[in-house]
């Protein structure tokens, strides 16, 4: 198992990216560490956490609503996770989160503040087609330095402007099926799937940074996160 280099770090803080990857892949490892090593980086993280992981609750204060999010924004909190509710009111949530974000980082103070939003199942705020979040953070959030993070476990679910905005891309073994991916002008990973399938190889990853070339990846090191605990802001 191997650390992420630098460069791989700072091509997550400047672009686009979306990880994908069936359960127990190591995508959420993989996503942690990166948030992580983005933090060390000076780069200010939130975490959208629809399923209330307790695997991501050390990567920043833990919010309820979009305005706890705001507060922690104001005083330039570094790392946050946000967990919606988990009913519809989820998508409206995240629109609000990522309005209060984008209104905040046009303010002096604020527009020199390099952020990530990384927003895990992110099928489950498009499912009726567009999502105003995911919009504006991938078609416009990178000239206000803000940079977006897609999770899901396969490619058909991802939001297309996420997929076709995003320069890097970060494939674990998945279960899209093999005309889709040909589709989508993979056939090296359809070559590779027996090499991904093989319990041998768990949680090795399939990346590319935007520049056209492919490359697999080892393992991520499983050390324990730096960040001591988690700090939970009340609902009410």
Request: hydrophobic share 40%; aromatic share 10%; charged share 25%.
């Amino acid at each position: 198992m191997v650390q992420l280099s630098g460069v791989f770090l700072q091509s997550f803080r400047d672009r686009h990216s979306v990880v994908i990857g069936r359960t127990r892949s190591g995508k959420t490892v993989f996503t942690g560490k990166v948030l992580e090593g983005l933090q060390e980086l000076n780069t200010h993280t939130i975490f959208v956490d629809p399923k209330h992981d307790k695997d991501f609750a050390h990567l920043g204060t833990i919010c309820h609503s979009p305005i706890q999010v705001y507060e922690q924004l104001l005083l330039k909190n570094p790392a946050i996770v946000f967990r919606p509710s988990a009913d519809e009111n989820k998508k409206e949530e995240l629109d609000r989160m990522v309005e209060l974000v984008f209104s905040l980082q046009r303010k002096a103070g604020f527009k020199r503040i390099k952020r990530v939003i990384a927003i895990d199942e992110i099928q489950l705020f498009a499912k009726k087609g567009s999502s105003k979040a995911i919009e504006m953070i991938w078609t416009v959030g990178a000239g206000l330095g803000i940079v977006g993070m897609a999770l899901t476990q396969r490619i058909q679910l991802l939001n297309e402007t996420a997929w076709s905005q995003s320069e890097n891309k970060v494939i674990f073994c998945i279960e899209d099926r093999v005309e889709y991916l040909k589709s989508r002008n993979l056939q090296h990973y359809v070559d590779l799937q027996e090499f991904f399938n093989d319990s041998v190889n768990k949680y090795w990853f399939y990346y590319t940074r935007g520049d056209g070339e492919w490359k697999k990846h080892k393992p991520v090191s499983l050390n324990k996160p730096k960040r001591k605990g988690s700090l939970t802001l009340s609902r009410w």
